[in-house]
Every structure is written in C-alpha cells, then in structure tokens.
C-alpha cells in the first residue's frame, strides 16, 4: 500500500453499503488473498532457527515503524498525532490481532505444518458469529448451520492432535489464536480508532511487536541467542513477512475493517487456506492427510456457508 493515495475509508464503505464493491476493496481483499496465504510458510521458514516470540516482535515492529514513516512522509507528520482513545483502541486491537492473533500462531508453528494451522485459522468467521450473537445479535439458521458444520470439522483438524502426529499444544495454540484474531477483528469495528487507517494499522503493529518481544524475553528466548546461527531462509523469509505479511497484507486487512462489510472481509479466511497448503506441500514437502483434507474441506465449506449467508442479509 506504501505511498499510494487510499480510498477513504467512508466512502468506501458508503460504496459497499449500496452493493457497489470498489476496485480498491477489490485490490485489497486479492492482497490479503495471496499474500497472507503465503505468510505461513514464511512463519515456518523463519521459526527453524529463529525464536518466535522474538522475531514476530521484530516483525512487526520493523513494519510499524516503516509504515509511520511512510504515513509522516505521505500525509505529514500531523496524521501520526491521535487522541488518548484512539491510541488506547490502537494498542488494544493489536496487542489481540499481533500478539494475540499472529504470536499464537508464530509459537504453534514451531511444531505444527503451517497448512494445518492455516485451516485452523479458518474458523475465524465461525467466531465472529459466536461473537455477535453474544452482543444480541440473531444470526440466521443457515449461518448457525454453518458454524455447527465447521465446529465438526475443527474437531477433524485437531485429530492428529490427539493421536500424536502433531503436537496437541501447538493445535489448541492456533485455536486460541482465531479466537483472539476474531476478538480483535470484532473489536476494530466497535472502537473509536485513529481515522486514517493507516496510522492506525502502524500503531497496531508497533503495539503488538512490542508486546511479542516483552513475551519472548519473559520466556528466555534471549537465552543462547545466535544470530549467525539463523539461516538464510529464515532471514529471508522474515524479510518477506515484514514486507508483505506486514506492510501490504496487515495494512490492507485493517483498511478493509474500515472500508467493506466484514462478512466481505472474512472471505479471506477460507482462500488462505488453500494457498497456504499448496505451499505447504509444494515447497515444505508437507504431508496431505485425511484429517487435513477432510477436516479442512469440511471447515472451508462451513465458512463458505457463513459468509455468503452473511453478505445476502
């Protein structure tokens, strides 16, 4: 997204609130499409010789840094200034979306296949209904059919789990992650945030790189530390989640909170995973195992269900 002139973020949704989806979302929604189906198999490469609580800080706040940059030099320093509340609504979605989100995900990778955490992840939408309905909301039958099928096929996700294949910490891991990325999610479009998305998004991620690094020092990754031990893949790969996973993918997610429905939003969550277990299998040479076929097609209909129920209303 970088220097490039966004839509305004009213506007965009004023579009979509008549049912005329604009290019930009369009642009968007493709960036969080692709891009963030490939971060898992960035996220795999980096954590086999880098920690993860400690490079997900680095991450994340290399990007927040740059993107506030960008915003100064863009927009001028003045777009970087936001109210006590807006700040405090800032740090709050990230610390749940970065170091909740994205963190939980980082440590589950370290002994999960990354495509078996990205079908995982899918279940975001499935929460965000549980969410709604809880604040009083009455989601249609079709969409709580929806969320029951996609429940049973979570319970075929975490079956290596439970049978050893993988471990059971780093599956309830990246559940725990969807819910608190769904929480987050939820909560971006509740809260009074900075008004442009942008500065928004840089502190968002400055907020939970923070947090990943005060939690990775908490669990001793400094300990031993080698950098010259990191390979190159991993410094490669933790170079392209910075750019891509972080500037272009996490921005254009938190523009899209702002600027489209988020039933339109969350189709991403059942696109990711199909990306990211191509690549997965492709490039990692990881295996394709009924719990993951099945389990995974189970849930990636469920949210296919949910989403098109939800954006027909």
Same mark, same amino acid.
């Given at each position: 997204?970088?220097?490039?002139?966004?839509?305004?973020?009213?506007?965009?949704?004023?579009?979509?609130?008549?049912?005329?989806?604009?290019?930009?979302?369009?642009?968007?929604?493709?960036?969080?499409?692709?891009?963030?189906?490939?971060?898992? &198999?960035?996220?795999?490469?980096?954590?086999?010789?880098?920690?993860?609580?400690?490079?997900?800080?680095?991450?994340?706040?290399?990007?927040? &840094?740059?993107?506030?940059?960008?915003?100064?030099?863009?927009?001028?320093?003045?777009? &970087?200034?936001?109210?006590?509340?807006?700040?405090?609504?800032?740090?709050?979605?990230?610390?749940?979306?970065?170091?909740?989100?994205?963190?939980?995900?980082?440590?589950?990778?370290?002994?999960?296949?990354?495509?078996?955490?990205?079908?995982?992840?899918?279940?975001?939408?499935?929460?965000?209904?549980?969410?709604?309905?809880?604040?009083?909301?009455?989601?249609?039958?079709?969409?709580?059919?929806?969320?029951?099928?996609?429940?049973?096929?979570?319970?075929?996700?975490?079956?290596?789990?439970?049978?050893?294949?993988?471990?059971?910490?780093?599956?309830?891991?990246?559940?725990?992650?969807? @819910?608190?990325?769904?929480?987050?999610?939820?909560?971006?479009?509740?809260?009074?945030?900075?008004?442009?998305?942008?500065?928004?998004?840089?502190?968002?991620?400055?907020?939970?790189?923070?947090?990943?690094?005060?939690?990775?020092?908490?669990?001793?990754?400094?300990?031993? &530390?080698?950098?010259?031990?990191?390979?190159?893949?991993?410094?490669?790969?933790?170079?392209?989640?910075?750019?891509?996973?972080?500037?272009?993918?996490?921005?254009?997610?938190?523009?899209?909170?702002?600027?489209?429905?988020?039933?339109?939003?969350?189709?991403?969550?059942? @696109?990711?995973?199909?990306?990211?277990?191509?690549?997965?299998?492709?490039?990692?040479?990881?295996?394709?195992?009924?719990?993951?076929?099945?389990?995974?097609?189970?849930?990636?209909?469920?949210?296919?269900?949910? @989403?098109?129920?939800?954006?027909?209303?």
């Amino acid at each position: 997204m970088g220097t490039s002139t966004p839509v305004d973020g009213k506007t965009a949704a004023a579009a979509t609130a008549r049912g005329k989806t604009s290019g930009a979302v369009w642009i968007a929604l493709t960036l969080v499409y692709v891009v963030w189906g490939s971060t898992y &198999l960035g996220i795999r490469i980096v954590v086999e010789t880098m920690p993860p609580f400690l490079s997900a800080g680095a991450r994340f706040i290399t990007a927040g &840094l740059l993107l506030a940059g960008a915003v100064a030099w863009r927009y001028g320093p003045g777009a &970087l200034k936001v109210t006590r509340a807006q700040l405090g609504s800032a740090v709050l979605v990230g610390l749940l979306l970065v170091l909740g989100g994205n963190g939980l995900v980082v440590l589950a990778e370290t002994s999960v296949p990354s495509g078996l955490a990205a079908l995982l992840i899918a279940a975001v939408p499935m929460w965000l209904v549980v969410l709604r309905a809880s604040t009083g909301d009455r989601p249609p039958l079709r969409t709580l059919g929806g969320v029951l099928v996609g429940l049973a096929g979570l319970a075929v996700l975490t079956s290596p789990g439970l049978s050893g294949t993988v471990r059971l910490s780093g599956v309830l891991l990246v559940l725990v992650a969807s @819910v608190l990325w769904s929480l987050g999610s939820f909560s971006a479009s509740k809260l009074t945030l900075p008004e442009n998305p942008f500065t928004g998004s840089a502190y968002q991620m400055l907020a939970g790189g923070v947090g990943g690094v005060v939690v990775g020092l908490a669990r001793g990754e400094q300990r031993g &530390l080698d950098p010259a031990a990191f390979s190159t893949a991993s410094w490669l790969g933790l170079g392209y989640l910075v750019l891509f996973g972080s500037l272009v993918g996490f921005t254009s997610y938190v523009w899209l909170l702002r600027a489209a429905p988020l039933s339109l939003v969350a189709t991403y969550a059942y @696109v990711n995973p199909v990306v990211a277990v191509a690549l997965g299998a492709l490039i990692l040479g990881e295996a394709l195992t009924w719990p993951i076929v099945v389990g995974g097609a189970i849930v990636v209909a469920a949210v296919g269900v949910i @989403v098109s129920t939800e954006r027909t209303k």
